[in-house]
């Protein structure tokens, strides 16, 4: 049976594929209460299976004043008291919104920049005052996010990688060949083509024996071709009913993100794809035995210099616990805990094959959480515990918005007949409590599915009950943690501007467009260089403006911090990751500081002035160090391709995935506060969302084409009350 099989049922099925891992619990499953029959095979809690913090998260004070003390104006202000309006060709909607908010943006040109110090330095060359805004700084974040990314990846993941799968091959071909001629051999040939994919997908050249090679070869026909939903080849069995066979969504084996830069990213991108999308199901116990023999091979395989395969295993896995999350799928630490209480911590491996102890495995197995976030086709009649709970070698990694997005879905949202197949990214503001975002939701709709109400309450709920430390448990969670002053509606504390419900949209237009980043740069989970600042100083700098937002700068100044102590301490901080951190904690001191200075009234100095003035070099110089070198052996980076535009699937409906963008920034032209008032511009991003067949997973490089070819898809409508052309 084939998957054109699956494709013609007509069967609705839930498939909702997204970055899974069990950092987070909303609905803990509890252990179940022992009985007389089963008292004998109660066992106490796995032990030793988390690991310690990479670093600690140190709250950052703001100091707010109880009201403005800026001198202000009041709104609407008419624009006739506005200097250096003259020097603009603005249309009249954009007048019009700059007369009735105070801001406006433009609606972005093709062709015009390509990076956001390009609209700072344009704007500086005419002498013109700039607006920092928030949209630019948490852009620099997720540059030198997806900088430290690739550096860690292509330094040391990739290598390991390398080893461990040398090592884990080599490990399972014993197993093999000692188990041959028992009921365990074939679950260990099984595991000799998992490692087997795994090599060829690293373009390796390990010997695989000649019984995996079919399976081997089945595989990664169906991984190049990247077609989508099929039965897995190494999955599948003729004695597993048609609803049990594997299926796997091989779509999601397209290199994207980061990973489309060069081939060894590339190989890389899909075997972390395979090692963390493929589940030995505790359903089946010719997989639960794969996963128990796979648990010793580890214990014992090592590589050829010596280092064991645990500890390259670790080393991978632990620093991507700390920048985007744990595993939510059971994995080693789960199953060798378990396993040692059963079988003894040096088991034969035909212990596995003992009914008696295999099925005290499976009972005290049932004690152990399932995933919270489902990753895997899931037939309507099915229990979705039961089918997705089990071991992954390198298991995706669960998020808050996954989970989110997994609770505002079909199963749980929507009917048979009307399907919430698809989320929003409305939907995670809102779980976070943005008002707005739910009155936009509801305008659009969606609050009409069936269940949706309730399930967004009960969300709400979990979400309202985390504390500081769930938070900041890892970079992934507390870079969503620094979006929250973003989208909080602003009071009397802040200028009249920021006091509009444009505004508040605004910000969450900026908010969801560091949201893409973030999920761009985690898709798959050089010295500090100095630019040209181009022009020469006035008498007198502009008097330009820092958004004031305090907090925000706050929360992303605690995280930079914690991601540079992080590294530190794991010893993977490399000189160019340090001086690239150093730099942008210096620039969110400042930015800090200078909010503060202009919510309180308090005057800026005139070297302050400069620094906004002579923003845009900044903002060129961090593009610069966050760019791979043209010439590794000189160290020149490579800056004229450079473009912000970046796009990310984030999660699979019914024979479709949503896609968020962002495209290049434009121009926010603000009216500053200070008199005499004077006109600002900054740049801030453009933000899309838009659905795609599963197999048309996008890549930067077609939502690049697609966008300077002008064929874009529009913006979505909410953000019409301050972007206009």
């Given amino acids: 049976m084939n998957k054109n099989f699956y494709r013609s049922t007509g069967i609705i099925m839930i498939l909702f594929i997204i970055q899974a891992a069990c950092t987070f619990s909303p609905s803990p499953t509890p252990a179940p209460t022992p009985t007389k029959e089963d008292e004998q095979t109660s066992l106490p809690p796995v032990e030793g299976v988390f690991m310690p913090a990479f670093a600690e998260y140190s709250l950052i004070s703001v100091r707010l004043p109880d009201t403005y003390l800026g001198e202000g104006y009041s709104l609407p202000i008419d624009l006739n008291l506005v200097d250096g309006l003259e020097d603009l060709e603005l249309s009249d909607a954009q007048l019009d919104l700059l007369s009735q908010n105070g801001f406006a943006v433009a609606s972005p040109v093709t062709g015009m920049w390509q990076e956001f110090y390009q609209v700072y330095e344009s704007g500086r060359y005419y002498h013109m005052p700039n607006f920092i805004t928030t949209d630019s700084i948490y852009h620099v974040y997720h540059l030198l996010f997806d900088k430290m990314l690739r550096d860690l990846e292509t330094s040391y993941f990739i290598s390991d990688l390398r080893s461990l799968t040398t090592a884990m091959l080599a490990a399972t071909i014993s197993q ?31 010997s695989i024996p000649p019984e995996a090679q079919s399976y081997v070869e089945a595989e990664l026909a169906l991984i190049y071709s990247a077609s989508g939903a099929g039965i897995s080849p190494l999955w599948d069995r003729a004695d597993l009913p048609d609803d049990e066979k594997l299926i796997e969504d091989y779509s999601q084996y397209i290199p994207r993100g980061h990973y489309t830069r060069t081939e060894e990213l590339k190989t890389y991108f899909r075997s972390m794809m395979w090692y963390g999308r493929l589940t030995f199901r505790l359903m089946d116990d010719f997989e639960t035995r794969r996963a128990l023999l796979l648990t010793q091979a580890i214990r014992s395989a090592s590589a050829e210099d010596g280092t064991p395969a645990l500890s390259l295993w670790q080393d991978i896995y632990e620093p991507t616990v700390f920048i985007v999350g744990k595993a939510d799928d059971l994995g080693f630490y789960e199953y060798g805990g378990l396993s040692d209480q059963i079988f003894g911590s ?17 009972d005290a197995s049932a004690a152990l959480p399932p995933p919270q976030v489902n990753s895997m086709w899931v037939w309507i009649w099915q229990e979705q515990e039961t089918v997705t709970k089990g071991f992954r070698f390198m298991g995706q990694r669960f998020t808050l918005d996954a989970y989110v997005f997994g609770q505002l879905i079909w199963r749980k949202v929507g009917t048979l007949d009307n399907p919430r197949d698809l989320p929003k990214s409305l939907d995670v503001l809102a779980a976070m409590g943005s008002e707005e975002a739910y009155t936009i939701l509801d305008e659009m709709g969606e609050t009409d599915y069936e269940n949706y109400e309730s399930q967004m309450t009960k969300v709400r709920a979990e979400v309202a009950g985390f504390g500081l430390d769930s938070w900041t448990q890892n970079l992934y969670w507390s870079w969503l943690y620094s979006l929250q002053p973003l989208f909080e509606p602003k009071g009397t504390q802040y200028p009249a501007f920021m006091q509009t419900q444009a505004w508040l949209r605004k910000d969450m237009h900026t908010a969801l467009s560091s949201w893409t980043e973030l999920k761009h740069d985690t898709i798959l989970y050089a010295k500090q260089v100095m630019a040209e600042m181009g022009g020469g100083p006035d008498e007198e700098p502009p008097k330009g403006y820092v958004e004031p937002n305090p907090e925000a700068y706050a929360r992303l100044l605690a995280l930079a911090e914690m991601t540079r102590s992080g590294l530190d301490n794991r010893g993977i901080l490399d000189d160019t990751t340090r001086a690239n951190l150093d730099n942008l904690i210096d620039e969110l001191d400042f930015l800090l500081m200078i909010s503060e200075k202009e919510l309180s009234g308090v005057p800026r100095t005139e070297d302050e002035y400069w620094e906004i003035q002579y ?38 409906g019914i024979g479709r995935v949503l896609e968020e963008g962002v495209g290049y920034p434009t121009a926010m032209y603000v009216v500053v506060p200070d008199q005499p008032y004077q006109i600002a511009m900054g740049a801030v991003y453009t933000y899309y969302e838009f659905p795609v067949g599963q197999e048309e997973r996008m890549t930067d490089e077609e939502w690049q084409a697609m966008l300077e070819s002008g064929s874009a898809p529009d913006a979505p409508e909410w953000t019409q009350s301050f972007i206009v052309p």
């Fill in 346 to 362: 040096s088991p034969d491996l035909l212990d596995f094959a003992d009914e008696t102890l295999f099925t005290r495995f499976k």
């Fill in 176 to 206: 093999w060949e000692t188990l041959q001629g028992t009921s365990l051999e074939e679950s260990a040939l099984r595991n000799v083509a998992y490692f087997g994919v795994a090599d060829r997908l690293l373009e390796l050249t390990d």
């Fill in 615 to 652: 923003y845009g070099g900044w903002l060129e110089s961090m593009t610069i160090a966050a760019a791979d070198p043209a010439d590794p052996e000189t160290g020149r980076m490579q800056i004229h391709d450079q473009k912000s535009a970046l796009i990310a699937d984030v999660a699979t």
